[in-house]
């Protein structure tokens, strides 16, 4: 059993309370930072903790906070993206279910660090419970005295809000959940300037994902080196979310030291293939990386590792296919997810991500010619020169079901059919 | 029309806050919640409490998944058809709602009860395959399971 942190508090049935939360030693961090803390030291640890973004760009915590200049004009705000809308993951909804105030914590220290004054949870409507278990329990903190204003007497004043989406994918984007949070149109927007210089309101603004800030309040408490030991590779660091799902036979969400082995997470944890499946590939970390195959079945998931495979951990959420699922159809299901939730504004992702469904839905269906091959490899190309991130994700599954189901695409095409279906 | 009090509520929501269109979404959630759907005649009651051009919601309502600019029944389904719930079998659980129900996807049965809409991940990959009903979830689904649900619900409706 590896060291639990941020589900230390997981019960099976319910979330963990308050008074639960602090007499396993909830809000110490807080109080000791605000006490003995300054705001530098705050970003320091967290840097020397080398926390890397955890909804999948892997961009360093600290150096985020640290973008918010020290002579930044005020109101400053923090944004915690709940927004979690990419095919298989979860964990941010179970991190919230499990123990909401250590999310609750981890704004407000994450919030004194740059010295925000009001921090907005941006969740998802599919996940209406978790909006409503987090307003209760903000109530409770601010009864408790952790929030509102001279927190604890320490002259730091923070507010937390929970501003629900209306529901799209592109609001997970950092640039568009800032419009989606004005009551904009929610299209990403090119920095500079970024959004920590000017960003809600035109105010300095700091966006971090639910698991990054659940982090933060184990970090000031055991320091950064502590946190450093907790990954099993080199350069790695803290423990990591791995939501499992699909082929497997306990899909669900187990946190395990970041460098742990693919096999592991698999066979030790998620319970192993279901019966009569075996393995044939999974996407790492959501929808928009890129499938991992056999020959990395034994691979250490961490961020770097799986950077210098030439793959991306993303979020960590493992969708795993068995023999008997169809690449194409599965890569399929993904266009059409993308195709879908692209917001249409810029055209080489409208339009693209529809061309490359319409390719895919042909070859699925018979209608394949050898061709396609590289007039989606070309497609695929061009989509990297859109406007934001969404359509490089896109493509990700497509390109390397090219690189390492080509096979099985060429069956499609020479067989006229899908060689899964009777 | 709007009920006199859910009017000044949103109102005194609006006038509280200190930038009143981050409240776009809520208050058309909240109106869409009264009527059921979000009408052309919600749509410009929503966009005079904001004082903001209808064009401007317009943009805004139909951009967003559960925001409805067409009438919906009592009850709607979302399916979730992504990708870890298409390995488990979304498709047939549609499949099956369609028999059931007797409507395609995107209609509403005649006694305006349900409405069947697929959807994108709804994050319950863990309990695949997975249905949102009024965004509440129910997952591990099968056939029997899909009958006492719908069961259950016009019960509930009488």
Not at chain 1, 74 to 95: H, I, Q, S, W
Not at chain 2, 50 to 61: D, F, K, R, S, Y
Not at chain 2, 93 to 116: S, V
Request: aromatic share 8%; with cysteine; proline share 6%.
């Amino acid at each position: 059993m590896y060291p639990q942190v941020l589900f230390k508090n997981r019960k099976p049935d319910r979330i963990t309370t308050i008074e639960e939360y602090q007499q396993n030693g909830g809000y110490e961090a807080l109080a000791q930072v605000l006490k003995n803390k300054s705001v530098k030291q705050v970003k320091q640890v967290i840097n020397d903790a080398v926390l890397l973004g955890r909804g999948g760009a892997a961009f360093p915590s600290g150096v985020k906070l640290e973008t918010v200049a020290e002579n930044a004009p005020f109101p400053r705000y923090l944004v915690c993206n709940a927004d979690e809308m990419e095919p298989g993951t979860f964990k941010d909804r179970v991190l919230i279910h499990a123990d909401p105030h250590q999310l609750i914590e981890g704004m407000i220290l994450a919030g004194y660090a740059v010295l925000a004054e009001k921090g907005i949870i941006f969740i998802r409507p599919e996940y209406e419970n978790a909006a409503r278990i987090l307003e209760r329990e903000i109530d409770i903190a601010k009864q408790a005295g952790f929030l509102g204003s001279n927190i604890m007497g320490s002259g730091y004043s923070f507010n937390l809000d929970v501003h629900r989406s209306g529901g799209r994918y592109i609001c997970g984007e950092v640039t568009a959940q800032l419009n989606a949070l004005m009551g904009k149109r929610p299209n990403p927007k090119q920095p500079p300037p970024y959004p920590t210089e000017k960003g809600l309101w035109d105010q300095p603004t700091v966006i971090q994902n639910v698991e990054t800030l659940c982090c933060i309040p184990h970090i000031m408490k055991n320091g950064a080196d502590w946190f450093k030991n907790l990954a099993l590779t080199k350069g790695a660091a803290g423990t990591k979310i791995f939501g499992i799902s699909g082929k497997v036979n306990k899909p669900g969400c187990y946190e395990l030291p970041l460098g742990v082995r693919l096999s592991e997470i698999i066979e030790k944890h998620a319970g192993g293939m279901t019966a009569g499946s075996e393995f044939k590939a999974c996407l790492p970390g959501g929808a928009s990386t890129r499938f991992l195959t056999k020959e990395f079945y034994n691979i250490e998931m961490d961020f770097q590792t799986l950077k210098n495979a030439g793959h991306r951990l993303g979020t960590a959420a493992i969708m795993v296919f068995d023999h008997k699922t169809c690449m194409v159809g599965a890569t399929l299901n993904l266009m059409e997810f993308f195709a879908r939730e692209s917001c249409g504004w810029c055209t080489p992702c409208r339009e693209g991500t529809q061309y490359i469904k319409d390719l895919l839905w042909r070859i699925e269906n018979g209608q394949g010619e050898e061709s396609f091959i590289p007039l989606l490899k070309k497609i695929c190309k061009y989509l990297w020169n859109a406007y934001c991130a969404f359509a490089p994700g896109a493509v990700s599954p497509v390109e390397s079901l090219l690189t390492y189901f080509e096979d099985e695409v060429m069956e499609h095409i020479e067989q006229k059919k899908c060689p899964f279906k009777t | 029309m709007l009920p006199i009090e859910l009017k000044e509520s949103l109102k005194t929501r609006i006038e509280q806050s200190s930038h009143p269109k981050e409240l776009v979404v809520d208050v058309m959630m909240a109106v869409q919640e009264h009527y059921g759907y979000l009408s052309d005649e919600a749509l410009d009651e929503s966009a005079q409490l904001l004082n903001l051009p209808p064009m401007e919601l317009e943009e805004i309502a139909t951009f967003y998944t559960f925001i409805y600019r067409e009438p919906v029944g009592r009850y709607v389904i979302h399916v979730c058809d992504s990708v870890v719930c298409w390995m488990n079998g979304a498709e047939s659980i549609q499949d099956y709602l369609c028999r059931k129900l007797e409507i395609k996807p995107g209609e509403t049965t005649k006694d305006g009860l349900f409405t069947l809409l697929p959807v994108c991940c709804i994050g319950y990959c863990d309990r695949s395959p997975a249905i949102l009903i009024n965004k509440k979830v129910y997952g591990e689904l099968t056939p029997g399971k899909l009958d006492s649900i719908l069961e259950k619900l016009r019960k509930e409706a009488e």
